[in-house]
């Protein structure tokens, strides 16, 4: 059995998210720095073209909009709005344990507050 406790995260407006919430379970909104969006503001597909964000320079760009504005650029170039507590960076991205410390040191540059959510 698992914790009660222990917050359910997801992308923001999903099915998870909602049935979590109505169960009762603490929910907290995720983003993803190093996936691409649709501009419905749900993932790309994996096996798609470019779902996948590979250029570090771009996932810590991409970090420091998604923390301080809400907002990142879809797949499509255009701008949408996702309201994240909490910024995911895949573990299995080459370079995964650099890029973060790149992330966090941009965030906390500027002025983003980084801690628990619990």
Do not use: N, W
């Amino acid at each position: 059995m698992a914790d009660a406790t222990l917050p359910v995260l997801g992308l923001p407006g999903s099915r998870l998210l909602e049935l979590a919430g109505k169960a009762g379970l603490p929910v907290i909104t995720e983003a993803f720095a190093d996936r691409a969006y649709t501009d419905e503001g749900t993932l790309v597909p994996r096996r798609q073209e470019g779902a996948v964000v590979a250029d570090a320079e771009s996932v810590v760009a991409r970090s420091v909009d998604l923390a301080r504005h809400g907002t990142v650029d879809a797949h499509s170039g255009r701008r949408i709005e996702v309201r994240a507590r909490s910024l995911c960076l895949h573990g299995d991205t080459p370079g995964a344990v650099d890029l973060a410390r790149r992330v966090r040191a941009a965030l906390e540059a500027s002025g983003v507050r980084v801690e628990a959510f619990v």
